[in-house]
């Protein structure tokens, strides 16, 4: 009985408390924690999935027994810096500067209630993954080329919950692309959000990547080794109607 009950708490959804928490995120965009009520709400075993995931490959067994903490490398600007122009560090903290980010801001506005809600209760592994998807949310942008605008997010929130499935996040594109297309009927946004998809599949899965690794390495080589794909419609939207990017 234990068992069937710690499943069921694991796999459990709360679709309302969702739809309320969306409704309070589209009045106030900038309420980043009702995003993280939204992924508590629906997030069901979707973490204890990633990490058996991992664990299906030597890569990912090593990241599992390293856990390392990528902040440490993204928050030292000056280590940044030193890195050769055109490499994943550099290009990433070319974006951060531009934006006027740091990755301890993402951790920042990640502490709320709602967070400790969607921990409780994880394993030490899936705690980690939870934190190192986080942490990397910037260099996400970095290699998949997406900016920080509404339409380069919702992209990008495409592409990450394709490469690891979250029903928070499926939530999140669903609403925001029906809200396009009946606020912003000449802009078909489902033709970037599927672009984002197809980038996903096509590319190695990031969370099994060593970044700490990574970051040295020269971008456009890194990202021919991963299988990352331009954003040819992002980018041709960006150059034709620019003005569309924060519509909606």
């Given at each position: 009985m234990r068992s069937i009950k710690a499943f069921w708490l694991r796999n459990e959804i709360k679709p309302l408390v969702a739809w309320r928490a969306m409704r309070e995120l589209l009045r106030n965009p900038d309420d980043t924690t009702q995003v993280f009520h939204i992924i508590e709400a629906l997030k069901g075993d979707s973490l204890g999935r990633a990490v058996r995931r991992l664990e299906s490959t030597d890569r990912g067994q090593a990241l599992l027994r390293a856990k390392p903490d990528i902040v440490t490398k993204l928050n030292d600007r000056a280590w940044l810096l030193s890195l050769p122009a055109g490499s994943v560090g550099r290009a990433?903290?070319?974006?951060?500067?531009?934006?006027?980010?740091?990755?301890?801001?993402?951790?920042?506005?990640?502490?709320?209630?709602?967070?400790?809600?969607?921990?409780?209760?994880?394993?030490?592994?899936?705690?980690?993954?939870?934190?190192?998807?986080?942490?990397?949310?910037?260099?996400?942008?970095?290699?998949?080329?997406?900016?920080?605008?509404?339409?380069?997010?919702?992209?990008?929130?495409?592409?990450?919950?394709?490469?690891?499935?979250?029903?928070?996040?499926?939530?999140?594109?669903?609403?925001?692309?029906?809200?396009?297309?009946?606020?912003?009927?000449?802009?078909?946004?489902?033709?970037?959000?599927?672009?984002?998809?197809?980038?996903?599949?096509?590319?190695?899965?990031?969370?099994?990547?060593?970044?700490?690794?990574?970051?040295?390495e020269p971008l456009e080589a890194v990202r021919r080794e991963l299988g990352f794909e331009p954003p040819r419609e992002y980018w041709r939207l960006r150059e034709q109607a620019p003005e569309l990017l924060f519509a909606g």
């Open positions: 990433y903290y070319d974006f951060v500067h531009a934006e006027n980010l740091s990755a301890d801001e993402l951790i920042a506005s990640s502490e709320t209630s709602a967070r400790e809600e969607l921990f409780h209760g994880l394993s030490e592994e899936e705690t980690w993954l939870a934190d190192r998807l986080r942490d990397i949310h910037d260099l996400q942008h970095v290699m998949t080329g997406y900016g920080r605008d509404p339409v380069g997010e919702l992209s990008l929130l495409s592409f990450m919950t394709t490469q690891t499935p979250n029903r928070g996040i499926n939530f999140i594109v669903w609403v925001a692309k029906w809200k396009y297309l009946r606020e912003v009927p000449q802009f078909d946004v489902r033709r970037l959000i599927r672009e984002g998809a197809m980038i996903a599949r096509n590319a190695v899965w990031m969370a099994e990547i060593n970044w700490e690794e990574k970051l040295a």
